[in-house]
């Protein structure tokens, strides 16, 4: 039991100073136990900025829905935590650095885009490419919408800051992603002859290609467990799905088709993705490991791996014909294949869970 739990325990007084906590005696005091030996700047802001019955509310919850549901409640998804407050982002990103950082990505991608514009870049793109990056980029870009609309919805029903601050920042990034893409693809459009912006609403909608994937995305939006969506996107579609196609396709094949402003836009989200793996893998590896809970959640995460695997490989299945639209092909979708199922086994290996039944041994 932490120093906290024993204070909300013991402490049935709302007076000042009744409650004895971590640091009660010193000038510079924390209501929390730090990760390390001090708390840093994104702990002082984010731990324990949503209220939580079990530490400090000894009236329980302030205000509640009509229905008497809580504001926050742990049921709010199948996982189980012996104490939710013990994560902490990798990134330690916060409302500051998170807005910092978007402004740079899109500070560089438009200073890239416009070097490449002025240089007349867009027009000695090879033409089997453009029709590429008009009709397949452009659908992808609809993927990456759902994903930060699924993440956004998400992200209300954590149970603390943390895990909430984690998951909106990933919706975010995805979001900004998506418009990446269609500022992109609209602005070099100025420079291509017929090239359709719209033909990517309608690949997405209408290409057997990309129905997989529509029906992937779809499932997790539809997935009412905000933890199953946070697994999901990242733990699963992102390695099978969207590096596959982001990394093993787009930032692969581009230079060679006289593209060198793609791959630059795209590398964006491939950082993105670093950052969100790896809040979504120390979660769910706590999860996974919890003392009293880690059976019930490793065998839940088992069957949210299984169910959104199943529509990810479908998915990467279908898109196995992109890799043959290149004039100039220096990518095979089966090493594409291949490096994804590898990405997938380490993600499990650091998780905790038993990735063979998705990709095999």
Same mark, same amino acid.
């Given at each position: 039991?932490?120093?906290?739990?024993?204070?909300?325990?013991?402490?049935?007084?709302?007076?000042?100073?009744?409650?004895?906590?971590?640091? $009660?005696?010193?000038?510079?005091?924390?209501?929390?136990?730090?990760?390390?030996?001090?708390?840093?700047?994104?702990?002082?802001?984010?731990?324990?900025?949503?209220?939580?019955?079990?530490?400090?509310?000894?009236? *329980? @919850?302030?205000?509640?829905?009509?229905?008497?549901?809580?504001?926050?409640?742990?049921? @709010?998804?199948?996982?189980?935590?012996?104490? @939710?407050?013990?994560?902490?982002?990798?990134?330690?990103? &916060?409302?500051?650095?998170?807005?910092?950082?978007?402004?740079?990505?899109?500070?560089?991608?438009?200073?890239?885009?416009?070097?490449?514009?002025?240089? #007349?870049?867009?027009?000695?793109?090879?033409?089997? &490419?453009?029709?590429?990056?008009?009709?397949?980029?452009?659908?992808?870009?609809?993927?990456?919408? #759902?994903?930060?609309?699924?993440?956004?919805?998400?992200?209300?029903?954590?149970?603390?800051?943390?895990?909430?601050?984690?998951?909106?920042?990933?919706?975010?990034?995805?979001?900004?992603?998506?418009?990446?893409?269609?500022?992109?693809?609209?602005?070099? #459009? !100025?420079? /291509?002859?017929?090239?359709?912006?719209?033909?990517?609403?309608?690949? $997405?909608?209408?290409?057997?290609? &990309?129905?997989?994937?529509?029906?992937?995305?779809?499932?997790?939006?539809?997935?009412?467990?905000?933890?199953?969506?946070?697994?999901?996107?990242?733990?699963?579609?992102?390695?099978?799905?969207?590096?596959?196609?982001?990394?093993?396709? /787009?930032?692969?094949?581009?230079?060679?088709?006289?593209?060198?402003?793609?791959?630059?836009?795209?590398?964006?989200?491939?950082? *993105?993705?670093?950052?969100?793996?790896?809040?979504?893998?120390? !979660?769910?590896?706590? !999860?996974?490991?919890?003392?009293?809970?880690?059976?019930?959640?490793?065998?839940?995460?088992?069957? $949210?791996?299984?169910?959104? #695997?199943?529509?990810?490989?479908?998915?990467?299945?279908?898109?196995?014909?992109? &890799?043959?639209?290149?004039?100039?092909?220096?990518?095979?979708?089966?090493?594409?294949?291949?490096?994804?199922?590898?990405?997938?086994?380490?993600?499990?290996?650091?998780?905790?869970?038993?990735?063979?039944?998705? /990709?095999?041994?």
């Amino acid at each position: 039991m932490s120093a906290t739990q024993e204070t909300v325990d013991s402490v049935k007084s709302g007076a000042a100073g009744a409650a004895k906590f971590v640091d $009660w005696d010193s000038r510079k005091f924390n209501y929390f136990e730090p990760k390390g030996r001090k708390a840093s700047h994104y702990e002082d802001v984010t731990v324990d900025v949503q209220p939580d019955p079990k530490r400090y509310l000894l009236q *329980d @919850w302030i205000i509640s829905f009509a229905d008497g549901t809580p504001t926050y409640a742990e049921n @709010w998804t199948q996982a189980l935590a012996s104490d @939710w407050h013990r994560y902490r982002s990798v990134d330690q990103e &916060w409302e500051k650095t998170h807005y910092q950082r978007q402004s740079t990505i899109v500070g560089m991608l438009q200073n890239v885009i416009n070097n490449g514009r002025r240089s #007349g870049a867009p027009t000695r793109f090879d033409p089997a &490419w453009v029709k590429i990056l008009q009709d397949h980029l452009g659908a992808y870009k609809h993927a990456e919408f #759902g994903l930060g609309t699924a993440t956004m919805q998400a992200q209300r029903y954590g149970f603390t800051q943390m895990v909430n601050n984690a998951i909106l920042t990933n919706s975010s990034y995805k979001l900004r992603f998506a418009q990446d893409l269609t500022l992109y693809l609209s602005e070099i #459009g !100025l420079d /291509i002859e017929k090239f359709d912006i719209d033909a990517g609403k309608r690949h $997405w909608l209408d290409d057997p290609v &990309w129905q997989g994937t529509r029906e992937a995305v779809e499932a997790i939006m539809g997935a009412t467990d905000y933890l199953e969506q946070y697994f999901a996107v990242n733990i699963v579609f992102e390695p099978l799905v969207g590096e596959l196609f982001r990394s093993g396709f /787009i930032m692969r094949v581009a230079a060679a088709q006289n593209d060198f402003i793609t791959p630059a836009v795209v590398s964006a989200a491939e950082g *993105d993705y670093e950052r969100n793996l790896a809040n979504a893998v120390e !979660l769910m590896h706590m !999860l996974a490991t919890d003392e009293k809970h880690g059976a019930h959640n490793q065998k839940l995460f088992g069957t $949210w791996l299984s169910h959104h #695997g199943a529509l990810a490989n479908k998915a990467a299945a279908n898109l196995q014909p992109i &890799w043959s639209l290149p004039r100039v092909k220096v990518a095979q979708y089966t090493d594409a294949v291949a490096q994804a199922h590898n990405r997938l086994r380490a993600i499990g290996s650091e998780v905790g869970i038993d990735v063979r039944g998705v /990709i095999g041994s």
